[in-house]
């Protein structure tokens, strides 16, 4: 089980200046990289006022040096907004930035405004994603290409350099439903299933992945989830200290109208009990929900997503110690 943490909560609260958000995130970076976690993760979101979301291209290679022998995970880019070259070029010179501990982490998206602003619908998400996916490993290779997608035209371009990785970057796709599952088993490297999906869909989805690797005759993998982690002295406690973090995140979801027809059924909200979806309680009790997921589930990686955080820089990094050493420590091989 290899366990990293993911930096949303981490531009909470949105009343500091961008740079001193910013600045924190890296101080507290910096300590983390010696604590055991495996990597370190940032999303993608454009116009997402009140909300705040760095742009992960630029913050990747600011971290790069902060970051010792951490991963350094887009989770997840949004790739159907982007022109295909343009993100290949970048994965390419941040790889080499990072030493070759990029992780590509991706998804399709699902807010309007943000596909209307690049000229797309909802329709055109899959599409867009698998063939940007094609036209970036064939630039990866440093060969000549000439490629005639219905989104992206390259006729004869060759890029300058290719990843440090061969043949390139890990490849992660991010699901919520059984068709993004089978599509990461096929183009990707791992599947990444969400942060809102319950623990019994994420057993569903897990063994939807796993089907699909063997009949594509692939290895595992990475098969992991993202969680929300949630630490205090009983669950009563860490329910308590993450609960006003909790409801503006769900507030978010709701209003970007996360949920869709074809996704499971997805927790945005506290009718089913944090048990149902979350990593909470005591150290003690995040061990065994961690232990179920590894052992009975059969996953090899979770990212947390920490709605327990205290406010100043150190005490989040004595946070994330503790994390580390209570947590990550005793599941982590």
Known sequence: MQIGFH???????????????????????????KM???????????LSHPTVWPQ??????????????????TSVLLVPLFNPVDVAENVATLDHITHGRLVLGMSIGYREQE??????????????????VALMKQLWTGDEVTFEGKY???IKGRMGFTPFQKPHPLLEMGAQSEAATKRAARITDGVF????????????????????????GKDLGMLGASRSLMVGKSKEDARAVAEQYLEKTFS??????????????????????????????????????????????????????????PPSPQARIDYLQMIAEDIVSKVAR
């Open 7 to 33: 930096l949303t909560p981490f531009w909470s609260p949105t009343n500091r200046t961008p740079t001193q958000i910013i600045d924190e995130a890296i101080e507290v970076v910096h300590a983390a990289s």
């Open 36 to 46: 055991g976690f495996a990597w370190v993760s940032m999303g993608n979101h454009w």
């Open 56 to 73: 992960p291209f630029p913050l990747v290679a600011r971290l790069a040096p902060e970051t010792g022998e951490m991963l350094i995970k």
């Open 115 to 132: 596909l209307d602003v690049a000229g797309l619908s909802r329709k055109d998400r899959v599409p867009k994603l698998e063939e940007s």
């Open 152 to 154: 992206t035209r390259v």
């Open 193 to 216: 299933l969400g942060p809102q999906v319950a623990w019994p869909d994420i057993g569903r989805l897990a063994s939807v992945y796993r089907a699909a690797r063997q009949e594509l």
């Open 252 to 309: 978010m979801y709701r209003t970007w109208s996360m949920q869709e027809n074809q996704m499971v059924e997805l927790q945005l909200g506290f009718d089913s009990g944090l048990d149902a979806w979350s990593v909470n309680g005591s150290p003690a009790d995040c061990v065994e929900t961690i232990s179920y997921a590894r052992d009975e589930l059969g996953l090899n990686r979770i990212g947390f997503t920490i709605y327990s955080l």
